[in-house]
């Protein structure tokens, strides 16, 4: 049954895709149930039916109480999890209409995805020991052919937006302060202009004046025809951001 319901829905969003230019993203009636193997295979459900489209140039911001499922869901749209139920499609980088099925996707997909398509902030950075903050940033040029003069500079110009001290950039970020690393992280996730970002709390850690610099960067992403899906712990930031929300609350759970 769930294969027949996702082909479906599949040919629906290929469907969409076709007559909508803009759509890069649509999730239909998402859900994700996690197993607690060492607790006996208890079933908990963290996210249930949540659909969601996302045109080029909008910025959807999440919002509910905690245990509402915003992570989760972030993380089912970017392939680290895989849904329990429904069908998450995004548009390819080649401007075909047709989509790509993230629930059904060989992993070679999703990461070709993630390369050209979509790009994933969250609130910790994955620090590679001994890499250079510069070449950390620059590295999504780097793997798209931009020559590494051109790329180092674009990472130098977005780490000084940023606040990042030039006297850090030779160095790796495992020792850097939380903020310090969360705007690495920023930079790394921004710099390449993917066309759909996902964003996870990029704020969280950041002062004042840094929220704004960023919230500044999304605003710009956004007005160049990003699609963005985000959360963000403050109401200021999404004020800014936002051009719609979606309200999650959590699953019923007997």
Not at 32 to 46: D, N, P, R, S, Y
Not at 142 to 160: C, D, I, K, N, P
Not at 200 to 228: K, W
Request: glycine residues 8%; hydrophobic residues 45%; aromatic residues 4%.
């Amino acid at each position: 049954m769930r294969s027949i319901e996702t082909g479906i829905e599949s040919r629906a969003a290929d469907r969409a895709f076709i007559d909508n230019a803009a759509l890069m993203l649509r999730a239909v009636k998402i859900g994700k149930t996690f197993t607690l193997h060492g607790q006996g295979g208890v079933q908990i459900e963290a996210l249930a039916d949540v659909s969601l489209d996302v045109e080029r140039g909008e910025c959807v911001v999440l919002v509910g109480p905690s245990g509402a499922g915003k992570s989760t869901l972030l993380r089912c749209l970017y392939g680290n999890y895989l849904a329990s139920a429904g069908s998450i499609s995004i548009r390819d980088a080649a401007g075909d209409a047709r989509p790509v099925s993230i629930t059904g996707a060989e992993p070679r997909d999703v990461l070709r995805l993630r390369r050209s398509v979509v790009g994933y902030v969250s609130q910790f950075l994955r620090v590679i020991p001994r890499v250079p903050t510069l070449t950390l940033v620059a590295e999504p040029l780097l793997s798209r052919g931009v020559e590494e003069e051109q790329a180092s500079a674009r990472a130098a110009a977005l780490l000084a937006r940023l606040n990042v001290p030039e006297r850090l950039w030779k160095l790796a970020p495992a020792t850097f302060s939380g903020g310090e690393q969360q705007r690495v992280n920023i930079a790394r996730g921004l710099i390449a202009g993917h066309p759909l970002l996902l964003l996870d709390e990029p704020t969280a850690s950041l002062d004042a004046e840094n929220r704004d610099v960023v919230a500044d960067l999304i605003v710009e992403a956004r007005e160049r025809g990003a699609a963005i899906v985000g959360i963000f712990h403050d109401e200021d930031t999404r004020n800014k951001v936002a051009t719609r929300r979606l309200e999650l609350q959590p699953p019923s759970r007997h």
